[in-house]
């Protein structure tokens, strides 16, 4: 059995183990106000996303500061990460459709390394590192910070309304794209060229 067909089998059983689970965690999330499900564009997600951010000038919103757990037991401070691109990307450790972008966002690492940073933060408040891990897997173990978004205070801090939502920030900490959708591996190269020239 090769690997891809090995994924594809592992993909197939998370979706089915966790189905019940999702179900649940839907209900909780709508029940709070928190939406999965968001049909919005890139501009009024970007409008969302700008919301707790800092203005410094005209069109120009600096990020807020955070610090999460991450898988491996440390700590990751958005701060600590002045100089360079970051991608965060909001997901949970039982979306199978997230899958695709973590896949993508593994290819951007391979291709750009340190110049620039991915974190993968998992907003679903029952995820431990083992589910955590084991979504890493049927990803392709991809070599990018993957992190705990314990109590959505990341995701509420940013207005994420769905999973695969992705902002990109700038070597200044600004927004410099968001969306509520899943990302091509396209699409986040030619954001990430943008501010790499």
């Known amino acids: 059995m090769n690997e891809r067909t090995k994924q594809r089998k592992m993909v197939r059983r998370m979706t089915n183990s966790f189905t019940l689970t999702a179900r649940g965690l839907l209900v909780a999330f709508f029940a709070g106000g928190f939406l999965f499900i968001n049909s919005s564009f890139t501009a009024s997600a970007q409008e969302d996303a700008n919301s707790h951010a800092v203005r410094v000038g005209s069109n120009t919103y600096v ?9 491996r037991g440390g700590e990751f401070t958005l701060s600590a990460q002045a100089g360079k691109p970051v991608v965060l990307y909001f997901m949970a450790y039982w979306c199978s459709v997230c899958v695709p972008e973590a896949q993508a966002l593994s290819k951007l690492h391979e291709k750009y390394g340190d110049q620039v940073t991915i974190i993968a933060l998992d907003v679903d408040p029952s995820s431990t590192p083992e589910r955590l891990q084991k979504f890493r897997s049927v ?58 020239r």
């Open 139 to 196: 990803a392709g173990n991809p070599d990018y910070i993957w992190a705990f978004d314990k109590g959505n205070r990341v995701a509420q801090t940013y207005r994420i309304r769905s999973l695969d939502s992705t902002i990109i920030l700038n070597q200044n900490g600004e927004i410099a794209y968001s969306d509520r959708r899943p990302t091509t591996f396209e699409t986040l190269e030619e954001q990430i060229k943008k501010l790499l």
């Open 63 to 71: 990020a807020p500061d955070f610090t999460v757990p991450t898988l």
